[in-house]
């Protein structure tokens, strides 16, 4: 599979690092922590950045840090830089309701803001494979945006950072076999 570029969705500034609707930037950190990688802030490409191989591909990293509703501006950016747009696959990491991490071939953003900016800047036509992290559900969709914005307790922390290492070691199983080879493993796990 030819993925070019991983994008850890999330919002910028200490008052949202910890909060679940930053998921997808834990995963692009994790990733590079695995990598033995620290992630520099690139002004150029408005996020943190990072080059690494995975299963022998020549892969760049990328935490937005502009809002989550911006995120196309820093993907554009990267993407004209690096030329993979818009022919080659990219891959952008989201937090989202659901329970376990889930990989998926996407034409469209499924409501998310952040997908929404990034098709905006880059078309329509791109296609991009989403991981969703399992960051659990409120129970009513009324809450669901405190719920995101809000930190999770320690508890449920831990069940994330379970799913985001799985989705880790799944990374080159993707890359090297495939989303149907990485899809069985993740649907798999369960981080409880």
């Not at 922590?33 to 760049?60: C, M, V, W």
């Not at 991009?128 to 320690?154: A, E, S």
Request: hydrophobic content about 45%; aromatic content about 8%.
């Amino acid at each position: 599979m030819s993925i070019k570029l991983i994008v850890g969705l999330a919002n910028p500034g200490a008052e949202y690092a910890a909060t679940r609707h930053n998921a997808g930037a834990w995963y692009v950190d994790a990733l590079a922590r695995n990598s033995r990688l620290d992630l520099k802030e690139e002004s150029k490409f408005y996020g943190y950045t990072a080059r690494l191989l995975i299963a022998g591909q020549d892969i760049r990293l990328l935490v937005p840090t502009t809002f989550m509703n911006l995120s196309g501006k820093a993907v554009a950016a990267m993407a004209t830089f690096t030329a993979f747009y818009p022919k080659r696959s990219w891959w952008p990491m989201t937090s989202w309701i659901c329970r376990r991490a889930t990989p998926a071939l996407s034409l469209g953003a499924g409501g998310h803001n952040g997908l929404k900016s990034i098709i905006s800047c880059l078309g329509n036509t791109q296609q991009f494979h989403r991981l969703r992290i399992g960051i659990g559900h409120p129970g009513d969709k009324n809450k669901v945006v405190g719920f995101v914005l809000g930190r999770p307790p320690l508890s449920e922390q831990g069940l994330i950072d379970k799913a985001i290492d799985e989705a880790v070691k799944c990374t080159p199983i993707l890359i090297a076999d495939g989303a149907v080879k990485a899809m069985n493993r993740l649907h798999t796990f369960k981080a409880e």
